[in-house]
């Protein structure tokens, strides 16, 4: 089984501020790595996909890169909307895809 | 507007079944694969089984496997997860989520069904 290894666990940040998440695979998922975001008692809502293309309705301010094992969800200005947990996922070994175990971003 | 709908979740003893089921609306679902994902409170999401477009082919994780069953019926729009055997590690919110074909992300997703095994 593909591990997805998430880091921080939690990140504090300031709105206007910029944040950097990070996913890890253990071993390489090409560019087959989405990034969900997850507010309090709503689903995953899916915002990066590809490693770096915005699904519908990811607003600019969003940005994924990496390939391979290292990726990485760039949030730039954060705005309170933004104040959430986001889940990486590996979906190159299909059906077996797999979840990190999430960064909360919150309020600093 | 895209609408998924989970049903037939409840609290149930070790041991005994459970079966849910998916409504989908606002999206073309003969196009969609189709899996059920389950968080358990405080946890990251986990795919638990999966299902082609046409139902033909049905994959399973491992700790599912030959205990859960997943179908879809293309005329009602809808897939079910038939679930015996259930554990305690089997409790969580279970959701219904959807994907094109092929090497996609989930691009749907409903709001989820609770699943206590107690």
């Known amino acids: 089984e593909i591990v997805m290894t998430q880091s921080p666990a939690t990140l504090s940040v300031s709105p206007g501020e910029s944040a950097t998440l990070s996913c890890r695979a253990s071993?390489?998922?090409?560019?087959?790595l989405a990034w969900y975001q997850q507010k309090y008692g709503q689903a995953p809502r899916l915002l990066i996909y590809?490693?770096?293309a915005r699904a519908t309705g990811t607003l600019a301010r969003f940005s994924g890169s990496g390939s391979g094992t290292e990726f990485t969800l760039t949030i730039s200005g954060l705005q309170s909307e933004d104040f959430a947990v986001y889940y990486c996922?590996?979906?190159?070994?299909?059906?077996?895809?797999?979840f990190g175990q999430g960064t909360k971003v919150e309020i600093k | 507007e895209v609408e998924i709908l989970e049903f037939g979740g409840g609290l149930v003893q070790p041991g005994g079944s459970l079966r849910l089921s998916c409504e989908a609306s606002?999206?073309?679902?003969?196009?969609?694969?189709m899996s059920w994902v389950r968080q358990a409170p405080g946890k990251g999401p986990e795919w638990v089984s999966g299902?082609?477009?046409?139902?033909?082919?049905?994959d399973y994780a491992d700790s599912v496997e030959g205990r859960f069953t997943m179908s879809r019926d293309n005329s009602k729009n809808t897939v079910y997860l038939q679930m015996n055997s259930l554990r305690a590690e089997d409790t969580a919110l279970y959701y219904c989520?959807?994907?094109?074909?092929?090497?996609?992300?989930?691009?749907?997703w409903g709001q989820g069904t609770l699943v206590t095994v107690s």
């Open positions: 989520a959807s994907k094109k074909s092929g090497i996609r992300p989930f691009e749907y």
């Open positions: 606002g999206f073309t679902f003969t196009s969609y694969a």
């Open positions: 299902i082609s477009v046409s139902g033909d082919r049905t």
């Open positions: 071993q390489s998922v090409r560019s087959n």
């Open positions: 590809d490693a770096s």
């Open positions: 996922q590996q979906y190159n070994y299909w059906p077996r895809n797999t």
